[in-house]
C-alpha cells in the first residue's frame, strides 16, 4: 500500500521554479529576462510569504504556551519541529522568490 503523501504548495512552486530556470538556462531568476513578470516567481513569493506567516504564529503559539518570550530559554531549543521549521521558512523568503538562490 502506498503511503498517501500530503502536496506541499512550496515544493511545488519551488519544483515549477527550477523547471522555469532550466529551461531559460539560468540558475535563479534574478538572471533571467522574464524574471519581473514571471507568474511563477510570484506564486514562489507568495507561497513562502504565507509559509513564513503561518510558522511565525506557530512559533509565537508555542513560546506563549510555554510562558517564553523567546526560543533561546526552552529546553528543546535545538531540537524543536516549531522552531526549525521557522528557520526553514524565514531562509526561504530571505531569497526573495529566487528560487532559493541567494544572490548579494
Do not use: W
Request: hydrophobic content about 30%; glycine content about 4%; charged content about 25%.
Amino acid at each position: 500500500m502506498l503511503a498517501n503523501k500530503v502536496e506541499n504548495p512550496i515544493e511545488n512552486a519551488l519544483k515549477d521554479l527550477k523547471e522555469c530556470q532550466a529551461q531559460q538556462k539560468v540558475t535563479s531568476c534574478i538572471l533571467c529576462n522574464h524574471a519581473t513578470n514571471c507568474d511563477k516567481k510570484e506564486a514562489f513569493e507568495q507561497k513562502t510569504l504565507q509559509n513564513l506567516t503561518e510558522k511565525q504564529e506557530s512559533l509565537k503559539a508555542c513560546q506563549e504556551s510555554k510562558g517564553l518570550s523567546s526560543c533561546l530559554n526552552c529546553a528543546e531549543l535545538l531540537d524543536c519541529a516549531v522552531r526549525n521549521n521557522y528557520v526553514s521558512a524565514v531562509y526561504l523568503s530571505m531569497n526573495k522568490g529566487n528560487g532559493g538562490s541567494f544572490e548579494f
